[in-house]
């Protein structure tokens, strides 16, 4: 395997239930995102790890909550989302999480919500 | 206003004309800009990194930086149906908080053979 990975690449899931969305980047960064990509929008930054620690909470809903075990692995848990929140969820890694080098992102999670 | 404004398109082609896809942004801080292409069902992809003013040159592909307009282009030269996709520009600046990136909202476009 090579990049960024993420699994599943198609979720389709009620208002109710809980799921989690994984990715894992063999790229040895040290930093890893979480975006948000509507139609027609810019991506939207959701969370930012540095080095497995929390930088940034783009004011994302609770609804939605990320896990780093390691510098390699970001989670998604996803629990009573809202019919506003089907979208394609990225997942991005960076050397770091400071020197501007580029984001490289994996294929996404197509995500729907009934 | 928007940090990065991006004509959405799309932007309809014939094989082998020269594209320019481009840019506007509103923060003069912005030093570090790339290109992404991202292919329907698929993720983005860098396509071109680049530092300050200038153009730099890959293949077919030239990314200009015009700073004092806050302006940025990407070309394509002899462009191919496979260069069909969505265009994403984004940005950054020099020790802003946890790398962040602004994106533009990506402009289609389509090469017809």
């Known amino acids: 395997e090579t990049g960024v990975t993420q699994t599943p690449r198609h979720l389709v899931m009620g208002m109710t239930n809980k799921k989690s969305l994984k990715c894992e980047q063999h790229?040895?960064?040290?930093?890893m995102y979480w975006y948000k990509q509507s139609a027609k929008k810019p991506l939207e930054l959701m969370f930012v790890y540095n080095f497995k620690e929390q930088t940034e909470n783009n004011s994302v809903p609770s609804r939605f909550s990320p896990e780093c075990p390691n510098s390699s692995h970001l989670f998604l848990h996803l629990h009573t989302l809202q019919p506003e929140d089907s979208a394609l969820y990225l997942c991005?890694?960076?050397?770091?999480?400071?020197?501007?080098?580029?984001?490289?992102f994996g294929d996404g999670t197509r995500l729907s919500i009934l | 206003q928007k940090e990065v404004e991006q004509d959405p398109g799309p932007l309809s082609v014939p094989e082998g004309a020269i594209v320019s896809l481009n840019c506007t942004y509103s923060?003069?801080?912005?030093?570090?800009f790339m290109w992404y292409r991202q292919y329907s069902r698929k993720g983005p992809e860098l396509l071109m990194y680049?530092?300050?003013?200038g153009n730099k040159e890959d293949g077919r592909f030239t990314a200009q930086v015009d700073k004092s307009s806050k302006y940025i282009s990407l070309f394509i030269r002899d462009s191919q149906p496979s260069d069909s996709a969505t265009y994403l520009c984004a940005m950054s600046a020099p020790y802003d908080n946890f790398n962040k990136f602004y994106f533009g909202s990506g402009t289609k476009l389509n090469v017809k053979p």
């Open positions: 680049t530092y300050s003013s």
């Open positions: 991005a890694s960076s050397q770091d999480g400071v020197s501007n080098q580029p984001q490289h």
């Open positions: 790229l040895g960064h040290n930093a």
């Open positions: 923060n003069s801080a912005f030093q570090y």
